[in-house]
C-alpha cells in the first residue's frame, strides 16, 4: 500500500473520535510509535464498548492488530468503532483507522484496524452481564 491508495472516509458512520499526533508521539525514525497508535485504538475502542455496556468496561484481550502504513505528525486521524460481537458480559468491537495526510484531501489512508474485547465491570471490578438493550 502506498499514499496513492487513497481511500474516502466510511460514509455511513461518524468517527468515534480524531487526533492529531505531536512531535512527542514519534519514533526515532519519525513515524508515530505504534504503542501510541495502540493506546488510541483501545480507547476509540472502549468508548463504544462502555456505550453498549452502559458503564465501565476493561480491556480483556486484543485479538487482532494490523498496521498498513505509517502515521505521521500533522495527519489527522480518525477512529471508527464498531461492535461485531456481544457476549453475556463482553463485547467485542472493531476500530478502523484513517489518516488524512494532507489538508487539502477528502481522502484517506486506511493505516490501521484492530478488534479487541471488553467486559462490562461493576462497582467491585468483577464481569457483569451486559445490558439487553446494549447501548444506544
Not at 486521524?77 to 460481537?85: D, G, I, Q
Not at 453475556?88 to 488524512?100: D, F, G, M, N, R
Request: charged residues 20%; aromatic residues 6%.
Amino acid at each position: 500500500m502506498t499514499d496513492l491508495d487513497i481511500n474516502p472516509l466510511p460514509e455511513d458512520r461518524q468517527p468515534i473520535m480524531r487526533i492529531m499526533p505531536m512531535p512527542a508521539d514519534t519514533n526515532a525514525d519519525g513515524a508515530i510509535y505504534g504503542g501510541w497508535m495502540m493506546m488510541q485504538c483501545d480507547l476509540a475502542g472502549s468508548i463504544e464498548a462502555q456505550r453498549c455496556a452502559q458503564g465501565p468496561v476493561n480491556t480483556v484481550a486484543v485479538n487482532a492488530f494490523q498496521f498498513h502504513q505509517p502515521v505521521h505528525v500533522g495527519d489527522l486521524v480518525s477512529y471508527y468503532a464498531e461492535r461485531l460481537r456481544v457476549g453475556k458480559t463482553s463485547v467485542t468491537i472493531k476500530v478502523e483507522v484513517y489518516a488524512q495526510r494532507h489538508p487539502d484531501l477528502l481522502a484517506c489512508v486506511k493505516v490501521t484496524e484492530a478488534m479487541m474485547t471488553y467486559v462490562a465491570v461493576g462497582k467491585d471490578g468483577k464481569a457483569r452481564e451486559m445490558p439487553q438493550n446494549c447501548g444506544c
